[in-house]
C-alpha cells in the first residue's frame, strides 16, 4: 500500500511539474544574480558560498507559497499521499546531513504552516536532539511575533497570516531550538535586492511589457522593504491594471520565491532539490548536489529500503544514522553525490567497497 501511494504521489507531482513548466515557460534563467544594483554573482560564485555552509539544510518543501507555486493547494488540502513524500523527504535529508549538520526553518514555515508544524510534532525526537532548528535572528518566538506584527499590519488583512501572528491558533513547540543568524542579516531584504536586479535582468522572458515590469520592481523596492510579501507586490501589479493571475504576474511571484532561496544560499544555508513535491523551476541553479533528494531517494529504491526508511519511526531513524556503519555509508554517499556522481554509480562504489550489506542491515533487511 505505501509502495501504491509513493508512486501516485510521484503521478501526481510528475504530471504538476509538467503542467507548471508548461504554464511558466521558458521563464526566468536567472544564472546570474544582481544583489544591490552592482554586485554580479554567478551561480558558480553562489554555490561556492553554498559549499561552505556548515551543513545547514533549508527544509523549503513546507513553504506555503513555494507548495502553490508547484501547483499545489497548500496547508490542510494536502492529502495523506503527498504528507508521506514530504515525511520521506524530510526523512533522507535527516540522513544526508553530516554529524554536525541540522535542517533549518524560519519561523514564518513554522508560523504559517500547518504541515509544517505537523511535521516537526511528528519528528519531535529530531528536533529535541538539534537536528531541527529554526533559523532567526530573534532570541525567541515571542521576539519575533512582536516584530512580525509591527511589520506585517498591512498584511493583516488577509487570514493565514492574522491566523500566524496575530491570533495564532496553535501552541509552539516549547523544545524547538534557535539557529541564530546576525542580526544585520535581514533575509528579506536581501531577497529583494535579488529579486529586484534577476527581475531587471530577466524582463525580456517576463509576459509582461518592459514598462510594467519596471514599474512594479519600482514600486516594490519603495515599499516592501519592511516585508516582502507577494500580497503587497500583487497589490501593486492590479494598481497597475494588470491581472496577479497572469503569466508575467505568476512570473514574477516565482522569480521572488526564487531570490528568497538564493538568499538563504547566500547565509550558507543549502537548498536542496529534487523534491517530488516542489518544483526546481523555482530553486535557484547553485542548490548543492549532495542535498539532491531525488537522488538520495533513487539510492534506498536502488536497495529497496524505502519502506524501511518509512517504516522506521523518528527515534529509530536517529539511532540508526547514529550507527557507525551508517554513518560511514552515508559520508560516502554524500561526497560522492557532491562530485555530481548519478545513483546508478554510487551504488557500484559502495558494492566494490562492501558498505552495502551492513547499510541495508542497519535497516533490518539482510
Not at 493583516?156 to 531550538?177: E, M, V
Not at 529586484?196 to 516592501?224: F, K, Y
Not at 523518528?314 to 560516502?332: D, G, S, W, Y
Request: proline share 5%; aromatic share 8%.
Amino acid at each position: 500500500m505505501a509502495k501504491e501511494d509513493s508512486q501516485t504521489a510521484s503521478s501526481a507531482a510528475t504530471e504538476r511539474r509538467d503542467v507548471i513548466a508548461n504554464f511558466y515557460g521558458p521563464v526566468i534563467n536567472s544564472n546570474v544574480l544582481t544583489v544591490g544594483g552592482d554586485v554580479v554573482l554567478s551561480d558558480a560564485q553562489l554555490l561556492s558560498i553554498t559549499a561552505q555552509s556548515t551543513g545547514r539544510v533549508l527544509l523549503c518543501s513546507v513553504d506555503l507559497e513555494l507548495l502553490e507555486l508547484s501547483g499545489i493547494t497548500p496547508d490542510q488540502s494536502l492529502g495523506a499521499d503527498l504528507r508521506a513524500v514530504l515525511d520521506r523527504e524530510l526523512r533522507l535529508l535527516l540522513l544526508a546531513l553530516p554529524p554536525e549538520g541540522c535542517i533549518v526553518i524560519p519561523p514564518t514555515y513554522y508560523c504559517e504552516s500547518a504541515v509544517c508544524r505537523e511535521l516537526l510534532t511528528h519528528h519531535l525526537p529530531s528536533v529535541e536532539s538539534g537536528y531541527i532548528r529554526l533559523v532567526t535572528e530573534f532570541v525567541d518566538l515571542d521576539e519575533y511575533f512582536d516584530h512580525k506584527k509591527e511589520r506585517y499590519s498591512k498584511a493583516r488583512q488577509f487570514a493565514h497570516y492574522r491566523d500566524a501572528y496575530y491570533t495564532p491558533r496553535y501552541t509552539p513547540i516549547t523544545s524547538l531550538p534557535f539557529e541564530k543568524t546576525p542580526k544585520h542579516t535581514s533575509i528579506g531584504s536581501r531577497a529583494l535586492d535579488i529579486w529586484s536586479g534577476a527581475l531587471a535582468s530577466d524582463a525580456s522572458q517576463i509576459a509582461l511589457p518592459l514598462s510594467v515590469t519596471r514599474e512594479i520592481r519600482n514600486r516594490s523596492l519603495d515599499t516592501e522593504r519592511p516585508a516582502f510579501l507577494w500580497e503587497n507586490v500583487a497589490e501593486h501589479v492590479q494598481n497597475i491594471n494588470q491581472n496577479p493571475t497572469s503569466l508575467g504576474a505568476q512570473q514574477i511571484r516565482a522569480l521572488k520565491s526564487r531570490a528568497y532561496l538564493a538568499a538563504y544560499s547566500l547565509a550558507g544555508i543549502a537548498v536542496p532539490h529534487g523534491s517530488r513535491i516542489i518544483t526546481d523551476l523555482v530553486i535557484p541553479a547553485m542548490a548543492p548536489h549532495e542535498y539532491n533528494i531525488r537522488a538520495w531517494q533513487r539510492i534506498f529504491e536502488i536497495l529497496g529500503l524505502i519502506d524501511a526508511l518509512c517504516g522506521v519511526s523518528p527515534a529509530q531513524l536517529l539511532r540508526v544514522k547514529h550507527r557507525p556503519e551508517v554513518a560511514t555509508t552515508i559520508a560516502t554517499i554524500r561526497s560522492l553525490f557532491a562530485k555530481k556522481l548519478p545513483a546508478d554509480a554510487v551504488i557500484g562504489i559502495l558494492q566494490r567497497r562492501r558498505l552495502l550489506r551492513t547499510f541495508a542491515r542497519a535497516f533490518g533487511r539482510n
